[in-house]
């Protein structure tokens, strides 16, 4: 009885508790040290990253872009047309001793390919030192005139060619009327060493009934009657009438029909479909015509039964024998 010990209150009681509480400085320093390593290694790996591009840049440079062994020391250019060699050289903007692995192919192409005139090109690489140009040009097949002001206040004719698509170009070695609104200008000086080409060139049938505002070199003209024009002319020097006659003026104003007065002094109206069966009925007329001793003075081929023709006594005519069609100096060669 005497050694029970006396009930104590346990609230009043102090007991030893383990402390496991870390001080939140000691924490935020730690996680502050994680976060300086981390980005420690960021830094390093985009430093190194950036050393290594630069390094890379550096050597391609010396290496390959900036290396003389790929200096351009031979132009390999041919045309299938009239364009001077060194006026290709020029459009093309390709300097002697440039590097070949750094010429820009696609610009070179795209800067021929601009020029009216240059209807395809095709651009290679020939390791180590040539560089190889193919150009297919447009033939023109027809010509337009317009009268413009020249630089003294004078009126002067402007001459304007067109192929058999109806790209709209300027002959070679005359004053070029180039618009503000054209596709592309050549960046050639007046003395650029072209093949000039008379402006007025007979051989080419001459289109009048157009629009001054819709001829914009290295634009295509679209309009109907401007096809159909284009077609008769294809048609025309493929057909038996090619060495019988010359078409010299083709009229487009009207509606749905193209007059053609030809070299003979002959007028021929075509409505704008059915060209070649046109122009096999007018063969037929004129080879009937021979046997009569008589000429076609008109004749109206856009109406399909009873033809309406007038005739001319062939003695009333100037003597004249069929020509062929004169070359027009845009003879394309084979390359």
């Given at each position: ?196 080409v008379n402006p007025q060139n007979d051989s080419l049938p001459l289109l009048c009934g157009l629009r001054t505002s819709d001829l914009q070199p290295g634009r295509r003209l679209e309009a109907p009657q401007v096809q159909a024009a284009l077609q008769l002319i294809v048609c025309f020097d493929e057909s038996p009438m090619a060495g019988l006659a010359d078409l010299k003026r083709i009229d487009v104003s009207g509606p749905e029909i193209l007059i053609a007065t030809t070299g003979q002094g002959g007028v021929v109206t075509f ?65």
């Amino acid at each position: 009885m005497w050694l029970r010990s006396k009930p104590k209150n346990r609230r009043l009681e102090r007991e030893q508790v383990l402390d496991v509480k870390v001080r939140s400085s000691l924490a935020r320093t730690a996680r502050a040290r994680t976060a300086a390593i981390a980005l420690g290694v960021a830094f390093a790996t985009v430093f190194g990253a950036y050393l290594l591009w630069r390094a890379g840049e550096w050597a391609l440079d010396r290496l390959v872009y900036q290396n003389k062994a790929f200096a351009i020391h031979v132009f390999d250019i041919q045309t299938d047309g009239v364009i001077a060699i060194p006026q290709l050289r020029r459009w093309a903007g390709v300097k002697p001793e440039q590097n070949l692995l750094a010429l820009d192919l696609a610009r070179v192409k795209r800067d021929l390919e601009l020029v009216p005139l240059i209807q395809s090109v095709s651009v290679e690489r020939i390791l180590p030192h040539t560089l190889r140009l193919r150009v297919a040009e447009r033939e023109p097949i027809a010509q337009i005139q317009t009268a413009r002001s020249g630089a003294n206040g004078a009126l002067e004719v402007a001459v304007y060619l067109l192929d058999a698509e109806g790209w709209v170009m300027v002959p070679l070695g005359s004053p070029s009327p180039w618009s503000a609104g054209s596709a592309a200008a050549p960046a050639s000086d007046k003395k650029s060493a072209t093949v000039a080409v008379n402006p007025q060139n007979d051989s080419l049938p001459l289109l009048c009934g157009l629009r001054t505002s819709d001829l914009q070199p290295g634009r295509r003209l679209e309009a109907p009657q401007v096809q159909a024009a284009l077609q008769l002319i294809v048609c025309f020097d493929e057909s038996p009438m090619a060495g019988l006659a010359d078409l010299k003026r083709i009229d487009v104003s009207g509606p749905e029909i193209l007059i053609a007065t030809t070299g003979q002094g002959g007028v021929v109206t075509f409505g704008w479909t059915d060209l070649d069966q046109q122009l096999r009925r007018w063969h037929e007329i004129f080879v009937a015509g021979q046997r009569l001793s008589r000429a076609i003075a008109t004749l109206d081929l856009a109406v399909s039964n009873s033809i309406p023709a007038r005739w001319l006594e062939a003695s009333a005519l100037p003597p004249t024998s069929p020509k062929p069609r004169k070359p027009s100096g845009f003879k394309k060669k084979h390359v």
